[in-house]
């Protein structure tokens, strides 16, 4: 074999080798990063989607994608395992969790930080018309759709019924998610549903279109005083005309829905998840006006209150975007 096809041949090897071993080492470069949502027929699961797809497309290096799951309690401790990467949960459950109190009492999870607080989550209380129950105080002996165990939205509905006199043991409690308790309340086998979701939510949008049903007014006193006993918590009013028959304005409660991770993350993967939430990226589009596109309550998530209701640490990746961003000075 003569020398200079000797020398193309090594040159061809070497090139190929080149190829494949820069492929593997691109493909290594690629982190996959998980959102854990809610269930399908609350405000978590859709926007969770449009955010994964944001980062996928605007990220570089990484791919996102979002599950849906049992909401804050539950994503609080997913985050505490490392059993994921990120997650939505309710900024009254983070401050719990990071700070060891209440479902969390005695096992605090110390490595939950804050990437971004999202949009209000309002506590919504619907009842079927049959059952008569216009105000809570009429609710005992009710079957009343909690909440799946481990999410915000049972957390929620102990506190504001402890607020009007009632315990568990004053009701039927189904531990359910959203859309298997508009499920339920559908078939009469349920009186009242809790949801915390930002409004408008499918699955009461469903419910109010197939089934008479009225919301119910927290009672003013109440409000108050839950707002008192936990900050976290504002008074908030559901507008006329938000779903279908309802035809007045509903006062309830709201707090913020944060994306949160674990201080274990790397901090350029979050700085890099987080400007893509918040920068235009390569198809001129932000994630949050991709998520605006998605659901009414996207409209909510803007730059000027990333940091609204957080109160326990930001990741340092997160904090550096803010920073660069004249958020944080």
Known sequence: MKKRELRWIVLVIAALTLAVTGGAMAAAKTTFLAIATGGTGGTYYPLGGALAQAISENAEGISATAQSGNASV???NLIAR????TAFVQNNVADEAYNGRGAFQGHAVSNLRVIAALYPETVQVVARKASNVKNLSEAKGKIIAVGDKGSGTEVD????????????????PLY????????????????ILFTTAG???????ELMTGKECNFV???????????????FYVPITIPAGTYKGQT???????MMALWVTHSGLDAEVV?????????KGAKGESGAAMLAKIHDQGKNIKLETALKGVTIPLHPGAEKFYMEAGVLK
């Open 176 to 191: 359910v998610n959203f859309s298997v308790a508009a499920q339920r309340l559908q078939d009469d086998q349920g009186d």
């Open 217 to 231: 007014n927290l009672d003013p006193e109440a409000v108050k005083k839950l707002c008192e006993k936990f900050p």
């Open 82 to 85: 490392g059993d994921v990467e």
């Open 157 to 172: 509905t102990r506190n504001i019924l402890s607020l009007h006199n009632l315990t568990y043991d004053d009701i039927k």
């Open 74 to 76: 539950a994503n609080c």
């Open 199 to 205: 409004y408008p939510t499918s699955s009461i949008i």
């Open 271 to 279: 700085y890099k998840a987080t400007k893509a939430l918040w920068a």
């Open 248 to 254: 007045e304005p509903v006062n309830t409660v709201a």
